[in-house]
T-cell receptor, first 112, second 113 residues
Framework: DQQVKQNSPSLSVQEGRISILNCDYT??????FLWYKKYPAEGPTFLISISSIKDKNEDGRFTVFLNKSAKHLSLHIVPSQPGDSAVYFCAAADSNTGKLIFGQGTTLQVKP | DTEVTQTPKHLVMGMTNKKSLKCEQH?????MYWYKQKAKKPPELMFVYSYEKLSINESVPSRFSPECPNSSLLNLHLHALQPEDSALYLC????????????FGPGTRLTVL
């Protein structure tokens, strides 16, 4: 049973436009969410996170939105740059165990 | 500074070999993790150490043996691996008083022949 889902395996966006990556979760006990970016053959890089007491967190070009009632979060990247091309993983933190529950990832391609 | 280092970067080993992966962090983090990642899949948790004690073992086969000699160092000892164990092995750590944000190392690309 997948508790964190990224339903879009891939996304292609033109440089300068907005990239929107989506993530859904099923466990209402999750209270902290993270986005990681991963290049091939490298470890995931922490991008941005959000606590369930907030509905938005912004860091430069990256903004994460959380809709608790819909159990949905999204990552907005604007403007998108070719260097943003990577796999993006959404993760939910289970505070009781310390585990991160990852989604399957979305491959973002930003075209010049 | 959020750096986690891992050595070696690449490792090729036979099924009868014994090898070790090493992970180090000097950020004062007290939780450290081993993950396994196959291509086009999310990282899979293997082990969690909290304050140098093993707190989670995700039913990992005994051919993988973790060790945490001190708060900065985490090892993964490998013995009698199978070709299907070939993967990217990732180490991560998280700050004290929170295990929510984990910082990952670059990984060791392991190939078992």
């Amino acid at each position: 049973d997948q508790q964190v889902k990224q339903n879009s395996p891939s996304l292609s966006v033109q440089e300068g436009r907005i990239s929107i990556l989506n993530c859904d979760y099923t466990n209402s006990m999750f209270d902290y969410f993270l986005w990681y970016k991963k290049y091939p053959a490298e470890g995931p890089t922490f991008l941005i996170s959000i606590s369930s007491i907030k509905d938005k967190n912004e860091d430069g070009r990256f903004t994460v939105f959380l809709n608790k009632s819909a159990k949905h979060l999204s990552l907005h990247i604007v403007p998108s740059q070719p260097g943003d091309s990577a796999v993006y993983f959404c993760a939910a933190a289970d505070s009781n165990t310390g585990k991160l529950i990852f989604g399957q990832g979305t491959t973002l391609q930003v075209k010049p | 500074d959020t750096e986690v280092t891992q050595t070696p970067k690449h490792l090729v080993m036979g099924m009868t070999n014994k090898k070790s992966l090493k992970c180090e962090q000097h950020m004062g983090h007290r939780a450290m993790y081993w993950y396994k990642q196959k291509a086009k899949k999310p990282p899979e948790l293997m082990f969690v150490y909290s304050y140098e004690k093993l707190s989670i073992n995700e039913s990992v086969p005994s051919r993988f043996s973790p060790e945490c000699p001190n708060s900065s160092l985490l090892n993964l000892h490998l013995h009698a691996l199978q070709p299907e164990d070939s993967a990217l092995y990732l180490c991560a750590s998280s700050p004290p008083d929170t295990t929510d944000t984990q910082y990952f190392g670059p990984g060791t690309r392991l190939t078992v022949l």
